[in-house]
């Protein structure tokens, strides 16, 4: 059974950083592309960030400078260092895999930019 466990969400004050990770379990996923997509109140989930099995990397353009996507094969996880946070990136932050037709998704991690 696929599972993605979503951590190290929370509050932040503008100009911080945090980083996320996503474990996944269930089979091995280095040869398949993963991303971070969001949620935030009221709006459509968006894509943030995704990365290739060979590290490939892909950014919104509301975050490229600011966010890096990466992968541990060998632990079959996935990163999201955010720095220069802003108010505009408060959102549920999930995880995904495409595997074939199946999108798997984890349960997300809250991420507040506040002062």
């Known amino acids: 059974q696929v599972q993605l466990v979503e951590s190290g969400g929370g509050l932040v004050q503008p100009g911080g950083s945090l980083r996320l990770s996503c474990a996944a379990s269930g089979r091995r996923f280095s040869g398949f592309s993963m991303g971070w997509y969001r949620q935030a109140p009221g709006k459509q989930r968006e894509l943030v960030a995704t990365?290739?099995?060979?590290?490939?990397?892909n950014y919104a353009d509301s975050v490229k400078g600011r966010f890096t996507i990466s992968r541990d094969n060998a632990k079959d996880t996935v990163y999201l260092q955010m720095v220069s946070l802003k108010p505009e990136d408060t959102a549920i932050y999930y995880c995904?895999?495409?595997?074939?037709?199946?999108?798997?998704w984890g349960q997300g991690t809250q991420v507040t930019v506040s002062s």
């Open positions: 990365i290739t099995s060979g590290g490939t990397t």
């Open positions: 995904n895999v495409a595997l074939g037709i199946i999108d798997y």
